[in-house]
């Protein structure tokens, strides 16, 4: 009985971390927390005798649960709803938890995905390298195989599309609410 509760005390203070890197893994809160709760019945049925540091144990078997998870959903051609549509990730109210921080670049990075998906190849790229990594216009036009000039006009088209992007979405509501 007391080996459970220590074993519980050490499975809560990993808990966040393993949350993260099933979210990072499956894409979705729901599968994130089934996998924990699965790592969590081996932990306890397993035992914990001999186990030297106990995080990297349950790393491993959340990667691998996660994994299994990922197997079994190519395997039956399942894709997750929660990977169509990006789902919020779960806040703390201190905003200087690293853990936190990171799956809120992660969450961001899907959003500018979203955005960027949006753009042809050679306008998503000559928007990135310029305007993110301060790429000159030189350097991008031999990447995309045009001028100087035209790899302007292909991140000035980007920028165009992508702050349009919002407002064609916002149209979209509007017109469908109206159409409802």
Not at 50 to 71: E, F, H, M, P, Y
């Amino acid at each position: 009985m007391q080996e459970n509760h220590w074993l519980a005390e050490r499975f809560e203070e990993n808990r966040g971390h393993l949350r993260a890197v099933a979210y990072r893994m499956l894409g979705s809160l729901s599968e994130a927390d089934d996998a924990v709760q699965e790592s969590w019945l081996r932990l306890e049925h397993s035992g914990a005798g001999g186990v030297a540091n106990l995080k990297a144990w349950l790393t491993t078997v959340i990667a691998r649960v996660c994994l299994d998870t990922l197997r079994a959903r190519t395997s039956r051609r399942e894709e997750s709803l929660d990977a169509q549509g990006f789902e919020p990730v779960a806040t703390r109210e201190s905003g200087s938890d690293p853990e936190h921080e990171a799956l809120l670049a992660d969450s961001v990075g899907l959003a500018l995905l979203v955005v960027l998906d949006r753009l042809t190849p050679a306008e998503r790229l000559a928007f990135v390298m310029h305007d993110m990594f301060a790429v000159s216009f030189e350097e991008i036009a031999p990447i995309v195989g045009r001028s100087a000039a035209a790899a302007r006009q292909l991140a000035s088209r980007a920028r165009r599309r992508v702050q349009g992007a919002g407002k064609v979405a916002a149209a979209d509501v509007a017109r469908g609410r109206e159409v409802a």
